[in-house]
């Protein structure tokens, strides 16, 4: 084979073990470079899912700041994390690429214990400005002349820590360098002033025509003019002015603007980025790119493959899933069916309609759903504001982002005594996502708050009741359900019970052991139940439905009759219903042993729900050994 035919079919990827050998590449080696990432991006994300779309979209974006950084020297920062595997590719964890997502294979988000070059453990948004502001002003306390740089997603920008940091950030006025990757598409559709002000500046006819019109001027004027000339601005007060109104709103924060620019031409971004270290203080770049590059189907489906479970890549269709509606799906088909016989319920999320099951609410009561962007504080305060109004606000946000609001829930809605159903989709272990994302601490944090009923359905029967009840209630009411596809009980056309608040239920009779659970965990209990009785084990299963208030009634007579207690929860123990229930039972001296299981004083990483039910000892196997101990 001749040199340049051997040449082409090697992969420039598998040249790359570090970001320093970017630079010996050309720039059409570099669009080769590029083209490979994406397969492998793809093919990896087929096996197991993950966030294709967005990092399709910033792989030029990534490739030049890596060119222009010298990291792990340089600090870069992510924004949640959803674009971050070409930064993985690039820097050594190539050959480990396709275990992403899987149990103990390499995370789908940045996590500085998996690499040196990972500054921050990314998942949640908005925080990415804050941290970069750490490194940069410890840089400046060192007399380090590091670049700290920080890639935030449009969405995220809008969220209010960002907004925070950014006015700090003015204050500050020390060198950062700010990539803003607008592809105009979060999750859910992207709202509020800011998004419709980038929309309105990548859509500038006026930006358009002008450009030409001062090349010239400006790349003669130094690092400043060329980098603004490239950044499509021209003077600060007089081009940007004329051709992009109210494109001051950033440099009203104290901060150098420049934008838009094609977040998928390598040259151009790596000599912008250049020029905007020669500047010595804080500056944005507005880089345009497209969601989902290089692949048809993210491209004409990105909300699809945000976050994609496995797929077929000649088609991009997902693979088969279990025939049984999730849990959302429930959620969101129930919540339709109650709207349309109260006109007074209305449906908020954070940017997250189609995660929740808000969508098709949204399309039958569109002047009733509000989606309020990366906001999950203003959300709950936002339903708050209608609960006092008079509305029935179900307000769905995940559990882990609902750690967010925990003020909000205090100050805005409990304190007050607001009748809002708050709606916790993803509660309890959520796999493949991680530690930033199980949704572990709810039960044990809310479980703080006076007046907060907290409900966890174990069936789908229960989840659409406990939403009824919460209708009913008058009073704060939070539900919280897993990700995940639900235990299999009919449930369609079944009529609507209120449930008694605080009450629990006995579900199978027996004469050893006492097994107390709370939530969806049940389902795999009662199972191990059966089997313990196999075994010659006697299992009385009790569903307590609430994890607050418990129903002290069930305990008292839990207490008098059995000496060894299992309790499950798929949530923390420490503060969890494990401890509220020992601590009932020494309360009124009842000679109980309870044996608790759930989630220690430890963090859950990454693997399939089931791989990190058997990690944490309560699967169907873990409880059915804790069941057997406990009644010899």
């Given at each position: 084979m001749a040199r340049n035919d051997q040449a082409l079919t090697e992969k420039i990827l598998d040249t790359i073990e570090s970001p320093a050998?970017?630079?010996?590449?050309?720039?059409?080696?570099?669009?080769?470079?590029?083209?490979?990432?994406?397969?492998?991006?793809?093919?990896?994300?087929?096996?197991?899912?993950?966030?294709?779309?967005?990092?399709?979209?910033?792989?030029?974006?990534?490739?030049?700041?890596?060119?222009?950084?010298?990291?792990?020297?340089?600090?870069?920062?992510?924004?949640?994390?959803?674009?971050?595997?070409?930064?993985?590719?690039?820097?050594?964890?190539?050959r480990q690429f396709k275990t992403l997502r899987t149990y103990d294979g390499i995370s789908g988000f940045p996590k500085i214990t998996e690499s040196?070059?990972?500054a921050h453990d990314s998942?949640?948004?908005?925080?990415?400005?804050?941290?970069?502001?750490?490194?940069?002003?410890?840089?400046?306390?060192?007399?380090?002349?590091?670049?700290?740089a920080a890639l935030i997603g449009d969405a995220s920008f809008t969220g209010g820590m960002a907004l925070e940091a950014l006015n700090d950030i003015g204050r500050a006025n020390t060198p950062l360098l700010i990539v803003l990757n607008d592809n105009g598409m979060s999750i859910s559709p992207n709202v509020g002033?800011?998004?419709?002000?980038?929309?309105?500046?990548?859509?500038?006819?006026?930006?358009?025509?002008?450009?030409?019109?001062?090349?010239?001027?400006?790349?003669?004027?130094?690092a400043l003019g060329r980098l603004l000339m490239r950044g499509g601005n021209a003077a600060k007060e007089s081009f940007k002015q004329i051709v992009l109104p109210g494109a001051t709103f950033l440099e009203g924060f104290g901060v150098t603007y420049v934008g838009p620019v094609d977040g998928h031409d390598i040259q151009t971004m790596e000599r912008?980025?250049?020029?905007?270290?020669?500047?010595?203080?804080?500056?944005?770049?507005?880089?345009?790119?497209?969601?989902?590059k290089g692949y048809g189907p993210a491209e004409n489906n990105p909300a699809l493959f945000h976050g994609v479970g496995p797929f077929d890549i000649a088609t991009g269709t997902p693979k088969p899933k279990a025939s049984t509606p999730t849990w959302t799906q429930v959620f969101s088909d129930?919540?339709?069916?109650?709207?349309?016989?109260d006109p007074d319920i209305v449906a908020i999320t954070a940017a997250m309609a189609d995660g929740t099951g808000l969508t098709g609410f949204a399309k039958e009561f569109p002047d009733r759903f509000f989606d309020v962007g990366i906001a999950e504080g203003h959300a709950v305060t936002f339903s708050a504001g209608l609960a006092a109004a008079g509305m029935?606000?179900?307000?769905?946000?995940?559990?882990?982002?609902?750690?967010?609001?925990?003020?909000?829930?205090?100050?805005?809605?409990?304190?007050?005594?607001?009748?809002?159903?708050?709606?916790?989709?993803?509660?309890?272990?959520?796999?493949?996502?991680?530690?930033?994302?199980?949704?572990?601490?709810?039960?044990?944090?809310f479980g703080a708050v006076p007046g907060l009923t907290i409900a966890a359905p174990m069936d789908e029967l229960e989840l659409r009741n406990m939403m009824y009840t919460g209708l009913q209630y008058g009073h704060p009411f939070m539900i919280r359900y897993p990700r995940g596809n639900g235990a299999g009980r009919l449930w369609r056309g079944v009529p609507f019970e209120a449930l008694p608040v605080g009450r629990g239920r006995r579900l199978r009779e027996g004469t050893d052991v006492a097994l107390v659970t709370v939530g969806t965990v049940g389902n795999a209990a009662a199972r191990a139940a059966e089997r313990a009785a196999a075994k010659g084990v006697s299992v009385a299963h009790y569903d307590l439905r609430f994890a607050k208030p418990l129903d002290e009634a069930l305990l008292a007579g839990v207490g008098a009759e059995f000496r060894h207690v299992v309790t499950v929860e798929d949530g923390s123990l420490r503060g969890g219903v494990g401890e509220a229930v020992t601590a009932f039972f020494n309360a009124r001296g009842c000679e109980v042993a309870v044996h608790s299981l759930g989630i220690g004083d430890e963090w859950v990483e990454h693997g399939t729900p089931a791989q990190l039910y058997a990690l944490c000892g309560y699967d169907e196997e873990g409880i059915l050994r804790a069941l057997l101990a406990a009644g010899k």
């Amino acid at each position: 084979m001749a040199r340049n035919d051997q040449a082409l079919t090697e992969k420039i990827l598998d040249t790359i073990e570090s970001p320093a050998d970017l630079g010996r590449l050309s720039y059409d080696e570099l669009e080769r470079l590029a083209f490979e990432m994406r397969a492998e991006m793809i093919a990896a994300t087929s096996l197991h899912g993950g966030h294709l779309a967005p990092s399709l979209g910033a792989v030029e974006l990534i490739i030049a700041l890596h060119r222009v950084l010298d990291c792990p020297r340089d600090r870069l920062v992510f924004d949640v994390g959803h674009q971050a595997y070409a930064h993985k590719l690039l820097t050594g964890r190539r050959r480990q690429f396709k275990t992403l997502r899987t149990y103990d294979g390499i995370s789908g988000f940045p996590k500085i214990t998996e690499s040196a070059y990972d500054a921050h453990d990314s998942g949640h948004a908005s925080d990415s400005l804050s941290t970069a502001l750490g490194y940069a002003l410890a840089r400046d306390l060192d007399g380090s002349d590091a670049t700290i740089a920080a890639l935030i997603g449009d969405a995220s920008f809008t969220g209010g820590m960002a907004l925070e940091a950014l006015n700090d950030i003015g204050r500050a006025n020390t060198p950062l360098l700010i990539v803003l990757n607008d592809n105009g598409m979060s999750i859910s559709p992207n709202v509020g002033g800011f998004s419709a002000y980038l929309a309105k500046v990548r859509m500038s006819s006026q930006y358009t025509n002008l450009r030409n019109q001062v090349e010239d001027a400006f790349n003669s004027s130094g690092a400043l003019g060329r980098l603004l000339m490239r950044g499509g601005n021209a003077a600060k007060e007089s081009f940007k002015q004329i051709v992009l109104p109210g494109a001051t709103f950033l440099e009203g924060f104290g901060v150098t603007y420049v934008g838009p620019v094609d977040g998928h031409d390598i040259q151009t971004m790596e000599r912008i980025f250049r020029d905007a270290k020669e500047l010595g203080g804080p500056v944005v770049v507005h880089a345009v790119t497209v969601k989902g590059k290089g692949y048809g189907p993210a491209e004409n489906n990105p909300a699809l493959f945000h976050g994609v479970g496995p797929f077929d890549i000649a088609t991009g269709t997902p693979k088969p899933k279990a025939s049984t509606p999730t849990w959302t799906q429930v959620f969101s088909d129930e919540l339709v069916k109650l709207a349309g016989d109260d006109p007074d319920i209305v449906a908020i999320t954070a940017a997250m309609a189609d995660g929740t099951g808000l969508t098709g609410f949204a399309k039958e009561f569109p002047d009733r759903f509000f989606d309020v962007g990366i906001a999950e504080g203003h959300a709950v305060t936002f339903s708050a504001g209608l609960a006092a109004a008079g509305m029935v606000p179900f307000c769905n946000i995940y559990s882990s982002f609902m750690q967010r609001a925990y003020d909000n829930v205090i100050h805005d809605v409990a304190i007050q005594d607001l009748p809002v159903v708050m709606c916790l989709d993803r509660g309890g272990i959520v796999g493949e996502d991680g530690v930033t994302h199980h949704g572990v601490f709810d039960m044990a944090a809310f479980g703080a708050v006076p007046g907060l009923t907290i409900a966890a359905p174990m069936d789908e029967l229960e989840l659409r009741n406990m939403m009824y009840t919460g209708l009913q209630y008058g009073h704060p009411f939070m539900i919280r359900y897993p990700r995940g596809n639900g235990a299999g009980r009919l449930w369609r056309g079944v009529p609507f019970e209120a449930l008694p608040v605080g009450r629990g239920r006995r579900l199978r009779e027996g004469t050893d052991v006492a097994l107390v659970t709370v939530g969806t965990v049940g389902n795999a209990a009662a199972r191990a139940a059966e089997r313990a009785a196999a075994k010659g084990v006697s299992v009385a299963h009790y569903d307590l439905r609430f994890a607050k208030p418990l129903d002290e009634a069930l305990l008292a007579g839990v207490g008098a009759e059995f000496r060894h207690v299992v309790t499950v929860e798929d949530g923390s123990l420490r503060g969890g219903v494990g401890e509220a229930v020992t601590a009932f039972f020494n309360a009124r001296g009842c000679e109980v042993a309870v044996h608790s299981l759930g989630i220690g004083d430890e963090w859950v990483e990454h693997g399939t729900p089931a791989q990190l039910y058997a990690l944490c000892g309560y699967d169907e196997e873990g409880i059915l050994r804790a069941l057997l101990a406990a009644g010899k």
